[in-house]
């Protein structure tokens, strides 16, 4: 199956500074990414909708001026999350999909976010 | 809106059945379904698109109900890696956005 990576898997940082998250596709191209957070025990409550060269879509509540996507290229889309503050750590988990009639979302392993 | 998912959990023992169902109060185009496990990131297992189809492979199936909007998700003979939590995600098609809503999640434990 296709092959999603996300760099880093762990991140700890002192609260006000900010965090990149990196969201690749190895052997496809991604027309569309997603970013998700997850809090323990939860489902996964989608974030954002980018596509390549184009602005992300925020969902409602989502703070864009906080959570800045970049969709740079068909197989790299990065979340920064700016001025972290200890609510901010979640696990964050970014998706794929290479498009078509079936939309099949293929996700990367996650990063779990700590903010001290 | 979120998809309704039961039941919240189940235990079963090694080499029994679970059905775990999805259901949505709007119209549907699709039902994706993803297992869970603990740490780890989401792994699709499969999609089902409107006009009630059946998919499935090994002992993992599941169907779609188009009039009801419901989904179902079958595990026969249930296996020790088929522990973990199991998301559906609905698609309502419509706008310039694809997305998936996923449920709550149900936690299935197989025990030996």
């Known amino acids: 199956g296709a092959v999603v990576s996300q760099h880093p898997s762990r991140v700890i940082c002192k609260s006000g500074t900010s965090v990149k998250i990196e969201c690749r596709s190895l052997d496809f191209q991604a027309t569309t990414m997603f970013w998700y957070r997850q809090f323990p025990k939860q489902s996964l409550m989608l974030m954002a909708t980018s596509n390549e060269g184009s602005k992300a879509t925020y969902e409602q509540g989502v703070e864009k001026d906080k959570f800045l996507i970049n969709h740079a290229s068909l197989t790299l889309s990065t979340l920064t999350v700016t001025s972290a503050h200890p609510e901010d750590s979640s696990f964050y988990i970014c998706?794929?999909?290479?498009?078509?009639?079936?939309?099949?979302?293929?996700f990367g392993p996650g990063t779990r976010l700590t903010v001290t | 809106q979120q998809p309704v998912q039961s039941p919240q959990a189940v235990i079963l023992r090694e080499g029994e059945d679970a059905v775990i169902n999805c259901s949505s109060s709007k119209a549907l185009y699709s039902v994706h379904w993803y297992r869970q496990k603990h740490g780890e990131a989401p792994v699709f297992l499969m999609i089902?698109?409107?006009?009630?189809e059946q998919k499935g492979h090994e002992k993992i199936s599941a169907s779609f109900n188009e009039k009801k909007q419901q989904s179902s998700l079958y595990l026969t003979a249930s296996q020790l890696s088929y522990s973990g939590t199991y998301f559906c995600g609905t698609e309502i098609r419509g706008g310039s956005n694809y997305k998936l809503t996923f449920g709550k999640g149900t936690l299935l434990t197989v025990n030996p």
């Open positions: 998706s794929a999909t290479s498009g078509g009639l079936s939309y099949e979302q293929y």
């Open positions: 089902l698109l409107k006009g009630g």
